[in-house]
């Protein structure tokens, strides 16, 4: 007997209208599809309503304070509440609860996707859907297999991410960081390493990122890349460098020191780098400048 066809996806809910979920809500809302923001900080949710509708047509988006309330009705959710485990698994358990046939997605940047979901009983309807910041602009989304993600589950978040116009990809393991985050933070684990050691300053390492890898990273990746030089080669310098990169499994010590001596970085006034009143702003609006000038040719 044939399996019934599953059944579009129509309705979203966003958990949390923090930083992500209100941009979250917009983008979904942009592409037509009724969204329901769920936020348990009234003034949060207010906020976040007004960012996310002005992102999207008029009456796409509607507001609930409970979880409970706010998924009842929907498809799909896509949770983006604090980066905590243990929260993280009871909201997913609430979720199963409250809507026993959702896909339910987990916009989590590290965690795995097979531990949050542990407290769901179909586990097969659990997935990661990674977004970066800003979710609207960043192409991205890796799609996200847990050891209980169903094919379907996979097949229909892929398939729903690239409707609402996002570049959707497969992560087929669940290994904490994904894809994108494991590579970006073993580059900035050399580069703290670099810096810690005494190797050159830390406006060293930016400039140098900046005017050699970074000019190239957008139109060539490190695969392609390899292979556009030559596998040889690349296993000439394996060879010859890898031994001295740093390979240290947790946090450097260096950094731990920063933190504890509570620099942390702009919001404080100073980490690696010193960050004067207007600073943080500024370097806001200069990324998101390059993110759309760099995107620009693909939109238009
Ligand atoms: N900020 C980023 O750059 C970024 C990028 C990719 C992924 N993420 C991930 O997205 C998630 C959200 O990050 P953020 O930066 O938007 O966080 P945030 O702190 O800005 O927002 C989280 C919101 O969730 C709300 N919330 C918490 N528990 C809730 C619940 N049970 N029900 C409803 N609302 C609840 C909080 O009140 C808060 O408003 C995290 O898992 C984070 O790791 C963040």
């Not at 979203?12 to 936020?39: D, H």
């Not at 339910?104 to 179909?122: G, K, Q």
């Not at 859907?129 to 209980?148: A, C, K, M, Q, S």
């Not at 020191?257 to 780098?273: D, M, P, S, Y």
Request: with cysteine; charged share 20%.
């Amino acid at each position: 007997m044939l399996s019934p066809a599953p059944q579009a996806i129509e309705s979203v809910a966003v958990i949390g209208a923090g930083l992500m979920g209100r941009r979250l809500a917009g983008l979904v809302a942009r592409s037509g599809v009724a969204v329901t923001l769920v936020e348990v900080i009234p003034e949060v949710l207010d906020s976040g309503l007004a960012d996310a509708r002005a992102m999207a047509p008029e009456g796409t988006i509607t507001g609930a304070g409970s979880v409970r309330d706010g998924v009842a009705a929907a498809d799909l959710v896509i949770e983006a509440i604090v980066e905590d485990l243990a929260v993280k698994q009871e909201l997913f358990a609430a979720v199963a609860e409250a809507n026993p046939r959702a896909i339910i997605c987990s916009n989590s940047s590290v965690l795995p996707i097979t531990a949050i979901a542990e407290r769901v009983a179909d586990g097969t309807r659990c997935v990661g859907t990674h977004f970066w910041n800003p979710p609207d602009l960043i192409p991205i989304v890796e799609v996200v297999r847990g050891e209980r993600t169903s094919d379907e589950t996979m097949e229909r978040t892929y398939d729903f991410m690239a409707a609402i116009g996002k570049l959707p990809v497969r992560v087929e393991k669940d290994v904490p960081g994904f894809v994108g985050n494991r590579l970006q933070h073993a580059l900035w684990r050399e580069a703290i390493d670099l810096v810690a050691s005494g190797v050159c300053g830390p406006e060293t390492v930016d400039l140098v990122v900046r005017n050699t890898i970074g000019l190239r990273l957008g139109e060539m990746g490190p695969i392609e890349n390899a292979d556009y030089v030559g596998l040889d080669l690349t296993l000439a310098i394996h060879e010859a460098v890898l031994p001295s990169i740093c390979r240290e499994p947790h946090a450097s010590p260096y950094l731990r020191e920063l933190v504890a001596n509570g620099q942390l970085g702009a919001k404080t006034g100073g980490g690696f780098l010193a960050w004067p009143d207007g600073a943080r702003e500024a370097a806001a609006a200069r990324l998101s400048a390059h993110v759309q000038e760099q995107l620009a040719p693909q939109n238009s």
